[in-house]
C-alpha cells in the first residue's frame, strides 16, 4: 500500500510522548582514510570527545573507544576504535544517539560522520547525535595492511585451468601470512560477530540502555547480528540495503548476486530505449565495448592512455553507475568509449582488490573445490548474468579460496526484538530485492519491509515517502503499515 503522509502535529506529539517515557538509547568498497583522531577513552570505556582534525568540515566530535582484540578473551590485547559523531541540531528536540553502521566491508563511519553528514535527513539530524565508527581493520581501527606489491599480483579470477586454481590457493595463503604480519593480531578477529560486541560495548559508551541503528548494505550483517544477539537492547534498528547472510552455498550466493546485477543492466536497457536523451543501440554498443576490452583495446576513461579490462569495464563502469541509478551517467560513459579509436591490443591489468576483503572473507564460507567447479560456477554466472562478466562477486570467492571462516552464514535467529525496519530498493544491484524478503521474513514478527519501487543501492533518502517513513520511525518509533511501498523517483 502507499505511504500517506502524517500530520507535524501528530508527530510532535508522539515524539513528546516518547521523550517523556524516557526513551533511552549504528555491495564491496576498498578502506576509506578517516580524519584524525586525537582523544583516548578512560579505563572505564568512557568516550573523551574532541574536535574532529579536519578545519574544512567543522562541527564532528571524535573519540576512540579501546575493546578487546578477540572478545572471547576480553582480558588479553586491545585495540582503539575511532569513534565520531555529531550532536543534535535541535538539543530540545533530542531523542538520544543514532549510531550509523557503514558498508562495504571496509567503509569508514568516521568519514561519514565527518564528511558526509548530509547522508542523514535533517530531521534524524534535528533529533539524533550522528555516531558511527571505523569498524576494527578499517580507517582509524588498526586497519588492515598488506603488501602494495602483492596486492597488486593478485592473479586474474578468469582461471584456465587447475594450475592456476592452486596457483591462486597459494597466492592467497602468501597475501594472508603477509597481512596478518602486518596489521598484527586483529587480522585474526575481523568477523563481524567481533563488531557486534563492539557495537554493544560503543552503545554502553554512550551511555545508551537500547539501542537506535542505522546500518547500510554490509552494515545490514551488523545490524541483524545485533538484534540476534542482544533483542532486548534493541530500540530501533533500520536495516537498508539487505545482506542475506543465510543464503548457504557458493552457488546460490553467485546466482542471486548476478540476478541483480543483471536485473539493474535490463534496467538501464529499458531506460534508454523510451529515453530521448539515450541514442544508443545498448546491448549491440556494449557487446562491442566487452569485446574491445577482452582484447586489451579499450581505453580507461579514467586513465587516458591505458587499457580497461572486461571486468573493470562491468565493474568499475557500469556497476557503480547503477549503484547510483545514474542510468544518463552510464549511457555518456559508455557513448563515449564507443567513440574512442581502439588502443594497440595488450593485456589490461585489473585494479587489486581492497584489503577490507579478509573481513567478508572471516563473515563468508564460500568453499570450492577445484578448478571444474569453479568454472561451473562461472558459466553459471555468465547465464544468469549474460551481460555481465566476471561480476566482482566472483572475484570475492576466488580471493576468499582457502581462507577460514569465523562467522559463517546462517538463518537468522531473534527473539524479543521491537519492530526492525528493512528497507530496499525494487533494483537494488547489489543487494537484490529477494534478500531483504528474506531477511524480513527470518526476522519473523520483528521484520517489517518497507520497498522502494525504483532503483539503486540506498533507499532511505530515496524521496519523500521513503524518508518520512524511516525518519518516523526513528524518532517515533512509528511502524509503517506492513507492505508499504514507496513510488520510484525520477532521476
Known sequence: MPLRGRSALRRIAVRGTAMAVGFAMA???????????????SATGALRWVPCDDPAKPGAECATLSVPVDWAHPHGPRLDLAVARRKATDPGARVGSMVFGPGGPGDSGVEMV?????????????????????????GGSNPVTCSGGMLAERPSPELKSQADFDATLAYNRRLRADCRART???FDHLDTAQTVRDLDALRAALGERKLTFHGSSYGTLLGAQYAETYPRRVRALVLESVMDHSVATTRDFLQSEAAGAEDSFREFVKWCDRAADCALDVRDVWRGLLARAGRGELEDPAKPGTSLSSSDLVNKIAFRKFYQADYAGLATAIAGMDASKPLPASPASMAPLPSATPVFCSDWHLPVRDYQEYTSLVAMMNTTAPDLPY??????????????TANPQHRLDVHGAPPILVSNALHDPATGYPWAVSVARQLGRSGVLLTYEGHGHGSVTSGPCMEEAVDSYLTDLAVPPRGTSCPAVPS
Open 114 to 138: 565527518v564528511r558526509r553528514i548530509s547522508r542523514f535527513s535533517p530531521e534524524v539530524r534535528r533529533g539524533f547525535d550522528i555516531v558511527s565508527f571505523d569498524p576494527r581493520g578499517v
Open 184 to 186: 598484527g593480531p586483529v
Open 391 to 404: 561480476l566482482l562477486p566472483i572475484h570475492m570467492v576466488a580471493a576468499c579460496l582457502g581462507a577460514p
Open 27 to 41: 555491495v564491496i568498497t576498498g578502506i576509506a582514510a578517516a580524519p584524525a583522531v586525537h582523544a583516548s577513552p
